[in-house]
């Protein structure tokens, strides 16, 4: 599969990195409107072309999907375009800046018949998915409880400055991937209370989201995300899980220590990531996830399966972003059938 990528940013690197390691696979052709960033990613491929605009790189054409890199507020045209020129597509989280514009794009992929697949990674961290696999083999029987917690004091600024200009910050950015992880394991999710808080001044949006789920199965869940926890040791970027089921019970600790317990019987094994030749640490969690996503997606096109983070899948990830802030700014519970 030939792949042209859009945004060759901060994040792209470890994007581009991952396609080198993915089986049938190969970036011909990338795109950035910053000339010095584009040779930057040039750099890593013998023979790519290279453009600043995407246009005139959809004219020319000659890949089978594109991978878009760039920050939400470019997501719907460049989607839009894609499906224009049809091609398949991934979209870096988050998906699109409102739950309509994501709506449309999901339904103007669809209607070329190629597939959209979100980058929602965090699922397909090797220790996130150890636990969503122990859940899905029913070794606890059916959860009725979970916390998926993500807390740091980690910089995340340093590196991505337009966090902290965003009257959105953690929901939209991190906490996405967390409710996607509670949808892992849980399924979709009825109602969503939350409360949000801005300690780091910082910054203009949210930098502590708390969130309370209840889920199609009947199991609750606790989202709670904080870019404003000092703590030691620091944890970033990990999920920290805790699950209840009628039979048993998993942890995922800090240090990637996965625990189940059935009856008085706990396990405890190291779910460490590898760190990959081109990552480091603490990143190689994220940066290891980037590739496995990566690889599905090829996957799924070579067997003809929807990936598990699908557009449409995505809607309901998105929803739950949306729904988070309308909760915390109305002091309500929200209920997602009804955006
Ligand atoms: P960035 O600002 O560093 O890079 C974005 C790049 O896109 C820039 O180089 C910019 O010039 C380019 N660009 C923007 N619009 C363009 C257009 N229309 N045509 C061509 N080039 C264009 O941003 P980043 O930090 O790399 O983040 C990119 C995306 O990745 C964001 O949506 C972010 O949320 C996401 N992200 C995901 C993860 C993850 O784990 N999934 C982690 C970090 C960032
Ligand atoms: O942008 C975010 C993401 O998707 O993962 C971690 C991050 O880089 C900072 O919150």
Redesign the pocket.
Known sequence: MKIAL?????????QLHGWKGVDGAEVVAL????QG??DVAAAMFDGVRT????EAMFAEGGFDAVDI???????R??VELAARHKVHVIC???FALTLSDARAMVDAVAATGKTLMV????RWQSAVRAAIDEVRSGVIGTPFFGRISFRSGYDVYS?????AEGQRFII??LGI?ILDISRALFGNATRITATTRRINPAIKGEDVATMLLEHEGGATSVVDCSYATRRAPETF?ESLLEIDGELGSIRLDAGYQLSVQIGNQVTTRDVSPPVLPWASRPWHN?QE??QIIQQHFVDCLRDGRDPETSGHDNLHTFALVEAAYLSAREHRTVTLADL
Do not use: M, W
């Open positions: 859009i945004g060759c940013g901060f994040f792209a690197i470890n795109c950035d409107r910053d960033r584009l453009y600043t605009d995407a890199a760039t920050t939400v507020g470019s997501h045209p460049l870096q989280k988050p980058h929602e990674n965090f590196g991505q400055p337009y966090l939209e950015d991937h970027p994220i996830s980037v």
